[in-house]
């Protein structure tokens, strides 16, 4: 910060003695601000970053099995029979979340694409408020997930491995919580596929390929 205000002040100082006084040269002109390489390559990416891409088709994945399990956990009656389901759904769930912080991480590192092109300003301010949303959902989700063990006294019921100490969830609220946070992610994420199947098949942009995988050269 400080260099950035000591060249700028320099850079000031530079302009205002060459334009009173011409002659002078502008020694300074190469200290001008130039963007580190990884925002350029934001703006000139077409693709999302091959890390970032296969974190993204990975959550799919991961998020489909912590549903799965979820809703298996929810409707087993005998509680014997949940106690081995549960550490499966909370590794899954925690993954997601710890995937989605690392991902949000090179996210900033290897720099945003720029807008879809063609797409009007307030199609691209949804998109990009729809992704936002996504991020804060798969956060505050596993978020609670582990509110929830920790605060019913479930953790304790599955350390002693004792299915009679497993606490009744549908009395706390937090169960419900975390249920109403998986229903607003299950919609945010279809109106995102959808949107991403409508670029795909009416608009023909190959959006997907946005989040491919796999390299393209052009
Ligand atoms: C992507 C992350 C996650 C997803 C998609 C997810 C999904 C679900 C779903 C669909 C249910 C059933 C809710 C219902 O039908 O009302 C559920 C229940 C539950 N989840 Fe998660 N979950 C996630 C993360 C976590 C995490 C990280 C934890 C804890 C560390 C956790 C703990 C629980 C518990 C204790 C239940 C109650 C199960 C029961 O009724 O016995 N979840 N989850
Ligand atoms: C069938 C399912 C899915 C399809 C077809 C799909 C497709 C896409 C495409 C094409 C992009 C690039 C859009 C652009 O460049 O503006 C994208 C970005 C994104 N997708 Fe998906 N997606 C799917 C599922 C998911 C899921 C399950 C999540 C998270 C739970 C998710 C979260 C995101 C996010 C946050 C972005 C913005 C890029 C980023 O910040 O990493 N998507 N998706």
Redesign the pocket.
């Known amino acids: 910060m400080a260099v950035k205000a000591i060249a700028r002040f320099i850079l000031g100082l530079n302009k205002l003695l060459t334009s009173s006084y011409p002659i002078l040269p502008n020694y300074f002109l190469e200290l001008q601000y130039v963007p580190q390489k990884s925002q350029l390559k934001g703006y000139s990416m077409k693709q999302y970053s091959t890390r970032i891409a296969i974190i993204h088709w990975l959550t799919l994945f991961?998020?489909i099995a912590?549903?799965?399990?979820?809703?298996t956990?929810?409707?087993?009656e005998v509680a014997k029979d949940?106690m081995s389901l549960?550490p499966a759904?909370?590794?899954?769930?925690?993954l997601?979340?710890v995937l989605t912080l690392i991902r949000a991480y090179f996210l900033r590192k290897d720099g945003k694409l720029a807008p879809v092109e063609g797409g009007s300003a307030i199609a691209n301010k949804v998109a990009s408020g729809i992704h936002h949303l996504l991020y804060l959902l798969?956060i505050a989700?596993?978020?609670?997930?582990?509110i929830?063990?920790t605060t019913?006294g479930?953790v304790e019921a599955l350390k002693l491995n004792d299915a009679s100490k497993?606490p009744d969830?549908?009395k706390f609220t937090i169960?419900?919580v975390?249920?109403t946070?998986?229903t607003i992610?299950?919609l945010t994420i279809g109106l995102h596929a959808l949107a991403a199947l409508y670029h795909q098949f009416i608009l023909k942009d190959n959006l997907i390929r946005r989040m491919a995988i796999k390299r393209f050269k052009d």
């Not at 956990?73 to 087993?76: A, G, S």
């Open positions: 991961l998020f912590a549903v799965y399990l979820g809703h956990l929810d409707e087993i949940k549960y759904h909370f590794i899954i769930g925690d997601v979340l798969l989700l596993p978020v609670t997930g582990m929830m063990i019913t479930l497993l969830l549908e169960h419900e975390h249920g946070l998986v992610l299950v």
